[in-house]
Structure formats: structure tokens, C-alpha cells
């Protein structure tokens, strides 16, 4: 069912990454930033993330010998050092996920671009080394946000829905970034979150109902030779209950066999070499989209 089956690593029938969005309690503080200080309810339902979700999501990962991409704010990062060494110690890749997690969309041109500029600091500071990937908060991806990114030399970017598999963007020239697409049904705040400081009142799934969407795409992926990335949420995920639910996923996939697990990051270099080998020829989807009208 896909037209243009990119060839993965050893014959391996999918590509799986576990990649998580650790965005805390920057939510509330650029949601909120009059009171911030007065929602410690919201506060604390978010700081469950540095707290208990990443240590336990890393610790699980750690225990399956499963590498992750964790996308950090640069304002988490800078606040919560203890929580990126977790990441970092496990030898997991950390990844660009904005600064105070604004939605690019609503932000100025200069705005996302002071952003994106903080939040690779951030990153380098903690890291030694400049981030490879990048994944837009709340799913914003601007007008702009392909542009900055290429002219940052980021290789990947993974927060676009547009294909089973990974893609190139341009922006006009000849550099390239590869997107990494994931799908809705692969966010757990849909399953998951009823959240009332941000209107976000959605019935609450049981582990077992969010895993069957999890599941099903994951085995459509080993079907038909796709890619399955989860962007998950450590205090969203990272619950015991939730928790116990994706050891359960990972036996399911390991049971599978022939699966590739790898960071996002290692999953763009091999799209880059066996694009560069003449293995394979990607879809290109060349920016801006135009804003024509056709005429009425
Ligand atoms: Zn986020």
C-alpha cells in the first residue's frame, strides 16, 4: 500500500521511535503569564513530567535496551537540568522543541527566530552539541519554520502528518531537511487528556482502548514497511497505569521481530544515505506553499 517503500536497515520490515515531548510546566507559563503562580493544580499535573514521568519513561527504555528522542523546551531544559542528565545519561538523543513552547503559528517572524536561536542554546548548553531534529510545540510549523530550520542546519524535523514514511522538505534552494512524519493517532494527549485551564475536555481513554490505536498502527507499519513514531508526553504517559501499557506494546512489537528501533535522529542519517547511495528516491515537497487564489 506504499507506493515508494523506503528500504530500512537490515531488511527490518518498520522503523520505530519512541520520541517524547518534555514540555513541563512551560504550558501554563506562557499560557497563563499573569497567574502562572496561582494554578499550582495545572502546575503540578505538569511538573509530574520532570519529576516522576521522565525518570520513569527513561528507566523503562533503559530497561528494554530501546533507544528515544526527547524534545526539550529550551526553558525546561535550562530548569530542569536534572531531568535532561536523566535523558542524556541513558544516552538518548535530546531534541529542539522551541523555547517557552509558544505556538510558532501565533509568533512573529523575529519571534520564532529568537525562539528557535534560545532554544539550540539551550540544547548546546546542556549537551555539548547542536541539535539534530526538531519538533514544533503544539504543532505549530509556520510559514517560516522550514526556512529557519534549514538555514540552522537542523537535518530533521518531525512534526508534520504528511506521508507513512519520511519525506524531504525544501525551501528553494538545494539544502533539505528530511521530515519524519507521525499521525495524530500517535499523540497521547487525544487519548489521554481532560484538562480544564486549557479547554482541553476530551473523555479519557483506559491504557488498553489508547494501545489498540497504538498498536494498529504500529502493525500497519510492519505490514506494509512504514514508520511508527509515537509523541508521547511523560506526564501524560508516563502514569503507572499507561506506563505498564506500552511495556505491554513493546513485548507486541519484539514479538513481531525484523523491528528497526532507533532515535529520529539516526532514522534521518539513514534516509540522507541510502537517498546519497541511489537506493532510494524520495518524495521532495518544495516550500513555500503558494498562496495563490484561483480566481473565483
Ligand atoms: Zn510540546
Known sequence: MIRNPIPW???????????????????????FPKDADNRLHSTSLLRYDTEVGVPRIVDLLNRHKLPGTFFVPGWVIER?????????KGGHELGHHG????????????????????????????????PRGYRAPSWGVSRNTIRFLIEEG?????????????????????????????????????????????????????P???HEVFRSEFDAAWTHGGLWV????????????????IEDLIAHMRGRGNVWFATLEEISAHVRKVIASGQWKPRIDTLPITT????S
Request: glycine fraction near 8%; charged fraction near 20%; include cysteine.
Open 9 to 31: 536497515p537490515n531488511g527490518a520490515r518498520c522503523a520505530v521511535c519512541f520520541s517524547f515531548d518534555v514540555d513541563a510546566d512551560s504550558t501554563i507559563h506562557h499560557g
Open 80 to 88: 530542569y537540568p536534572a531531568a535532561v542528565e536523566t535523558i542524556l
Open 99 to 130: 523555547y517557552l513552547h509558544h505556538n510558532p503559528v501565533n509568533l512573529s517572524a523575529a519571534e520564532e527566530e529568537d525562539a528557535i536561536g534560545r532554544g539550540i542554546e539551550a540544547v548546546v548548553k546542556a549537551s555539548g552539541k547542536r
Open 154 to 206: 537542523f537535518d530533521y524535523e518531525s512534526s508534520l502528518f504528511g506521508d507513512d514514511i519520511p519525506y524531504l522538505l525544501t525551501y528553494g534552494g538545494n539544502r533539505t531537511l528530511v521530515e519524519i512524519p507521525t499521525a495524530h493517532g500517535l499523540d497521547d494527549w487525544p487519548h489521554y487528556m481532560n484538562w480544564r485551564d486549557f479547554d482541553y475536555m476530551l473523555p479519557i481513554s483506559s
Open 208 to 210: 488498553q482502548r489508547a
Open 230 to 245: 509515537c509523541v508521547w508526553h511523560p506526564p501524560v504517559s508516563g502514569r503507572l497505569a499507561r506506563a505498564m501499557a
Open 292 to 295: 495563490d487564489r484561483s480566481p
